[in-house]
């Protein structure tokens, strides 16, 4: 009987398992299609552009307060519905600045000059004497109609007709030739009416002859409009003018086909990486590894789902932050994974190896996954849109990651464990029967012995240090001769990036630049030699910016996407980046001395400062363009540097707990080879996981993150090496001062309550 009862159970398990994951996997099948369109993609997928306005006088002695910043943003938006755009992003900043955002807009240069035009009428004489102005126009009185000749006019209504009596009384009686009202959009300082009337396109709308007085509230404007022209116009003066100037000092335009373009290359590279580390998870892990497929695709679903609740945009950086996601959720499986082995060579049953690696893994994952969560909060809070953007679905990806692999893989796993189906087969949880130690009750794990033994990583670590020194030596010897290759987000300038149908050369970019009168600084050409990066240090304002996107998608036939920066800018993005770093180093250490102690949270700032540090450097050996999502980059590397090194110092820690008192430095530097070799094959498989999705990327991915990639993947080869080498010796030297100023260390680290009532267990 109880044989019976013993296998429903275990046939119940099984069935409650695969329920589960079919149901997982059948409604991800069936509703990750809606999901996916309900994504607000950002401009860089679907094409449009940003702006960011800085707001200044119109007139002199105007005062620019929030009021006023207010007012003109309101008054922007109310041009926007003008331009039919969905959902646009209009931001109030700092320093009285709005920041427009307008994702799938399809002429671009139409939208900017609804947005910044001053839409302020005014009707002079040839003298350039105002007449009348926009105050002078009834609310909303503006309409489009059409002249005697069926051609588009703008009809208006003015508020008092023997004002406009008297004023075209006085116009008629002028000779002939200077008897006009001449009518003007945004009349600046300089202008006139004699320089423009001898142009091919002078700047006034029209210039209309008076014959006679006009007793009228009804005025027609006439010129050489478009239907389309004309409802803008009287759009916009209904609309109301702007109190206010408005400077461009950032710009960011991108074509739609380089949008689509991106986020299919972008999509495609990530379902692939999916692909290849659910592949190594089963090679590695076996039945775990399958569990941890299931959630990882699970973790992409819900983290869509998630994103859309919050009305999320989703950005080119986004996919990214959402791709290396998946990184951080494999890696909490392979720390959970890694420590149930542990417990099974060990010579436990599988059922206590699995409730003790859940459990002694759970801090471990809560640590590493945390450090990387305020690197993303610093990034939020110190970074532009696109930046917020990647910033956003990391933190969310780190929440997701923790519930699908704390949670998830917890509840299945266990199902399968509980089955008993595995007891004796400790090959499907990737075991080998040889490597499990032959006891009746188990020992220590933390006393095992590893394939690793030959490695000694104390002996040799004034190698490694003098290595790490003369590598930064070198680093900043190149730094001073190469200095850095700066992005036109820090050393401001304009970035123009055009595509062909046909292999563009250096010298016949060279010559459209020239027909442009536009002054280069380099010229780059993608592999493929139909696309091309031009970088200027000239900062042009919309007129020249529509001119150059005009030009190139005439000559073309495809847009150009254009990223202009001014130096105010430029520098902002250089100084918050350096206070990013700076913040995100402090935060860690007084996150990583809390939970251990300050050497250990000293020392593992010492080590992403010099993988930081190395990014730089080789950065500046490859030439590579340093931008914006260069530095979320190395924040990112922030938090999955230390993400190894908190690995390495938990199971220090845990070995300190058992070994009670430190009375020799060959007691530390013990401690430290067997932590480090305790956990080399979780720290090479956390970090490889990641490796592949970022070669993967690099292979596949959008050109438009190519530094990013590289960036991430020199700070993921560096981060493993500063975690072996690096940070863990340089507290074994801290640790052996210590020991030599008070002869014997008890040994005190801070833990969990529950962490305590575990250190309070007899262990056999």
Not at 176 to 181: I, K, V, Y
Not at 508 to 513: A, G, I, T
Not at 707 to 718: E, R, T, W
Request: charged share 20%; proline share 2%; with cysteine.
């Amino acid at each position: 009987m109880r044989g019976r009862r013993n296998e429903k159970k275990k046939f119940s398990r099984i069935l409650a398992f695969l329920s589960l994951v079919v149901i997982i996997l059948t409604s991800i099948g069936l509703t990750s299609k809606t999901n996916a369109e309900k994504v607000n993609l950002g401009l860089d997928l679907q094409g449009g552009f940003e702006v960011l306005y800085q707001v200044e006088p119109l007139k002199e002695g105007q005062t620019i307060d929030e009021a006023a910043v207010k007012a003109t943003a309101d008054t922007i938006s109310r041009r926007i519905n003008i331009l039919g755009v969905s959902e646009p992003v209009i931001t109030v900043e700092s320093g009285n600045r709005i920041r427009v955002e307008l994702a799938g807009v399809k002429d671009q240069e139409s939208a900017r000059k609804v947005l910044s035009t001053q839409a302020n009428l005014t009707i002079r004489d040839i003298d350039d004497k105002v007449l009348l102005d926009g105050s002078d126009l009834e609310e909303n009185g503006a309409s489009q109609g059409f002249d005697q000749n069926n051609k588009p006019d703008v009809n208006l209504k003015l508020k008092d007709a023997d004002k406009f009596g008297k004023i075209t009384s006085e116009i008629s009686k002028r000779p002939q030739g200077q008897n006009l009202m001449v009518i003007w959009m945004d009349f600046n300082e300089g202008d006139s009416f004699k320089a423009e009337a001898a142009k091919e396109k002078p700047k006034y709308v029209s210039a209309p002859q008076v014959a006679q007085t006009i007793n009228s509230k009804d005025v027609q404007i006439t010129g050489n409009f478009t239907v389309k022209e004309a409802k803008e116009m009287a759009a916009l003066l209904n609309s109301g003018a702007l109190p206010v100037k408005l400077t461009e000092i950032y710009s960011n335009s991108v074509g739609a086909q380089f949008g689509a373009d991106a986020l299919h290359q972008t999509v495609y590279a990530g379902a692939v990486a999916l692909a290849i580390i659910c592949l190594f998870m089963l090679v590695i892990y076996r039945v775990p590894g399958f569990v941890a497929s299931v959630m990882m695709v699970a973790y992409v679903y819900i983290t869509v789902v998630f994103f859309n609740m919050i009305s999320g945009v989703l950005t080119l950086p986004g996919i990214a932050a959402l791709i290396l996601g998946v990184g951080m959720a494999v890696d909490a499986n392979i720390i959970m994974y890694e420590r149930i082995k542990e417990e099974v060579r060990a010579g436990y049953p599988l059922k206590k190896a699995y409730l003790d690696g859940a459990k002694q893994s759970l801090w471990t994952i809560f640590d590493s996954q945390f450090t990387t969560v305020i690197a993303a909060i610093v990034l939020f809070i110190f970074g532009t849109s696109s930046v917020k953007g990647f910033a956003t679905m990391l933190l969310l990806s780190i929440l997701v990651s923790f519930i699908t692999a704390v949670f998830g893989t917890r509840l299945l796993l266990s199902l399968l464990v509980n089955s008993n189906i595995f007891n004796n087969h400790p090959g499907y949880f990737g075991v080998s029967k040889k490597s499990i130690h032959e006891t009746k009750f188990g020992i220590n794990s933390l006393n095992l012995s590893t394939k690793f033994e030959w490695l000694s990583f104390t002996k040799h670590m004034k190698k490694f240090f003098a290595l790490s020194i003369a590598i930064m030596i070198a680093g900043s010897i190149s730094l001073g001769m190469n200095k850095l290759n700066l992005g036109i987000d820090f050393s401001s300038g304009t970035r123009i990036d055009i595509a062909a149908n046909t292999e563009l050369s250096v010298d016949k970019v060279q010559e459209d630049l020239n027909n442009l009168k536009v002054k280069d600084e380099k010229i780059v050409l993608s592999p493929d030699k139909k696309q091309a990066t031009i970088h200027s240090k000239e900062s042009f304002g919309q007129n020249k910016s529509i001119e150059i996107k005009e030009y190139f998608a005439k000559k073309y036939e495809k847009d150009a996407n254009l990223s202009v920066v001014s130096p105010v800018i430029g520098k902002e993005l250089a100084k918050n980046a350096l206070f990013a770093l700076m913040y995100a180093s402090i935060g860690i250490i007084i996150y990583v001395a809390f939970r251990f102690e300050w050497r250990m949270g000293l020392t593992s700032v010492i080590a992403l400062l010099h993988d930081v540090c190395i990014i730089i450097f080789i950065a500046s050996l490859l030439r590579l363009e340093i931008d914006i999502t260069f530095i979320a980059a190395v924040l990112t590397i922030v938090g999955y540097s230390i993400n190894d090194t908190i690995v390495t110092f938990d199971r220090i820690r845990e070995h300190m707990r058992h070994e009670k008192v430190l009375t020799s430095k060959e007691q530390i530097y013990k401690l430290v080879d067997v932590s480090l070799r305790q956990t080399l094959t979780r720290s090479i498989n956390t970090v490889l996981t990641v490796i592949i999705t970022v070669v993967v990327m690099l292979l596949l991915g959008s050109s438009s993150i190519y530094s990013f990639n590289v960036a991430l993947l020199i700070g993921l080869i560096f981060g493993l090496y500063s975690s072996l080498f690096i940070a863990a010796q340089l507290w074994a030297v801290l640790k052996v001062r210590e020991l030599n100023k008070k002869g014997k260390i008890e040994v005190s680290v801070r833990q969990s309550p529950k962490e305590r009532k575990e250190n309070d267990k007899v262990l056999v």
